[in-house]
């Protein structure tokens, strides 16, 4: 068994017919088919069922499939790592971003790393946080940086501080008699609007208070919560390091005092894969930043 045939068999298992696979591998039927063929003598096992429209992987292939995509990610690591070897570290760092992050990355993380490692560079992923979780677990990407609360299970994960969530309008939005802090019974009088990956966390902060908020705007990006803000739709809600990092003085805010609202940035990798010179540097940058 090689990384090739791996490489074949996952193609086949995700395409669902031979055809389908030479074409997205760019090959002819023939030589897949007698790959298979030769995995399956190789393994002792029926790794796929022959249908009359589709091949269905059995117990032995779904479990070949789900091991094939690791090892095939740690081939193409212990690869990267030994092109590092000869150049300096200085590959390609396969990392995921959520949109919330990227003045923490860009300001506080990643000036660091690029003094280590000032050959490297990035192919970037951006999305929300359980997409590029899902990146991670898929091995389409060696690290990402995501923002809490999500589930660690099988995760590494490096954190930096918490930071709480920030109501923010247009000018004149707060009335004087509201202080620097505004308590979460005070945002019941403001149309609010916020994206959906912080959408649980509000509502049950909500709940535990016995409020009832008017939301007027729910969204999937922050910065589309703060641009309606600023054109007087409302009050959006926000972590405050996506605050900090679009606000133009063109708005007033307050922080939101409330505990459970609090957030925190992290660089997660999965426990179970290896992880390049690069991905190390990267946590390395996010745990002295974390001191």
């Not at 091995?139 to 299970?153: C, L, M, S, Y």
């Not at 308590?183 to 509502?203: A, S, W």
């Not at 409330?258 to 940058?285: C, M, N, Q, W």
């Amino acid at each position: 068994m090689n990384i090739r045939q791996l490489e074949y068999f996952v193609a086949i298992a995700e395409s669902g017919t031979i055809s389908a696979a030479a074409r997205k591998l760019k090959i002819s039927q023939p030589p897949l088919s007698a790959q298979l063929r030769l995995l399956e003598e190789e393994t002792g096992t029926l790794l796929v069922e022959r249908g009359p429209r589709r091949l269905q992987l059995t117990e032995a292939g779904k479990l070949l499939y789900q091991r094939a995509g690791t090892m095939i990610s740690l081939a193409e690591a212990t690869m990267r790592e030994l092109r590092d070897f000869e150049d300096g570290a200085g590959g390609t760092l396969q990392l995921g971003t959520i949109s919330s992050c990227g003045a923490v990355l860009l300001e506080r993380c990643l000036p660091g790393f690029q003094k280590k490692f000032p050959k490297a560079s990035f192919e970037l992923r951006e999305g929300n946080t359980y997409e590029m979780l899902e990146m991670l677990r898929s091995g389409v990407i060696e690290a990402a940086v995501v923002r809490t609360p999500f589930p660690e299970d099988g995760l590494e994960c490096v954190y930096l501080e918490e930071e709480p969530m920030i109501a923010a309008g247009k000018k004149g939005s707060f009335s004087k008699d509201v202080s620097e802090k505004i308590l979460l019974r005070e945002l019941e009088q403001f149309p609010l609007i916020y994206y959906r990956r912080m959408e649980k966390l509000l509502e049950e902060a909500f709940r535990r208070e016995g409020l009832r908020p008017k939301v007027f705007c729910k969204n999937d990006d922050a910065r589309t919560s703060l641009m309606w803000a600023r054109a007087g739709m409302g009050t959006a809600l926000v972590p405050a390091s996506i605050f900090r990092a679009m606000d133009r003085g063109e708005m007033e805010y307050r922080e939101v005092e409330a505990p459970e609202l609090v957030t925190r940035i992290a660089v997660v990798r999965r426990k179970d894969s290896y992880s390049s010179v690069l991905t190390e540097g990267l946590f390395r940058a996010f745990q002295e930043e974390h001191r």
